[in-house]
């Protein structure tokens, strides 16, 4: 059964473009969305705590050592109004 944890992707927001939900130089979590994919989206838990597509221009994606996820999704989840 493959691990969950390394199957996650994260990005880090390089362009906000006057998107209040999202803040440059955060990282956030990245949902699966292979149609969203196609069109050039990426599905993102954002400062809301929701998941919405957003460009991908938008986004670096950063590669997180599995051992370091359990870090990130716990400071995230602390951090979501």
């Not at 196609?38 to 929701?50: F, H, K, Q």
């Amino acid at each position: 059964m493959p691990d969950p944890l390394a199957e996650m992707t994260f990005a880090v927001c390089v362009a906000n473009d006057g998107c209040d939900d999202l803040s440059t130089g955060m990282l956030y979590r990245v949902l699966p969305d292979e149609g969203a994919s196609v069109e050039g989206l990426l599905r993102v838990i954002d400062d809301s705590g929701e998941d919405y597509l957003y460009p991908s221009t938008r986004f670096v994606v950063v590669e997180v050592p599995e051992a370091e996820v359990p870090k990130l999704l716990a400071i995230s989840s602390a951090n979501v109004a």
